[in-house]
């Protein structure tokens, strides 16, 4: 989790932030905080997920076929659950938090949802065994 965190993780969502800043500027203030979450879950929060799956799988040298049937099971899942807490944490982040701060306010939510996508990924995990024996 470190190495994804600090290597992958903390750089992309630290540029992803600045981006929404400087370019999702519409005609109100709420439309843009509506912008905001609109893109980042319609775009990056579909993409992050699957590279969490993909990363961790990556970092625990496992195979193609192990890493894509555990993105068949889990993902979803983890899709499903990001949609029920996101949009709220990131309402309140684009809303009441200077940009520079943004990125400390999601960590700090993504230590209890990093264990939701972990428990998401160690028990889609058993998929591709139990696929196997049934074959």
Known sequence: MAVFGAG???????NWYRFLDRNIRLS???RSLLGRVAVDQL????????SFFVGQGLLAGESRDT????LKKGYPEALRGNYV?????QC????????QHRL???NTFALGWNSYLSHVNQTS????KEQLKQQ
Do not use: Y
């Not at 807490?85 to 944490?89: Q, R």
């Not at 995990?125 to 591709?128: F, K, L, M, Q, V």
């Open 8 to 14: 992958f993780a903390g750089p992309i969502m630290h």
């Open 28 to 30: 109100t203030p709420v």
């Open 43 to 50: 775009f990056f929060a579909p993409c992050f997920i699957a």
């Open 67 to 70: 890493i894509q049937a555990r």
């Open 85 to 89: 807490v996101w949009p709220a944490v």
């Open 92 to 99: 309140f982040n684009f809303w009441l938090v200077p940009l």
């Open 104 to 106: 400390m306010v999601v």
């Open 125 to 128: 995990r058993t998929a591709p």
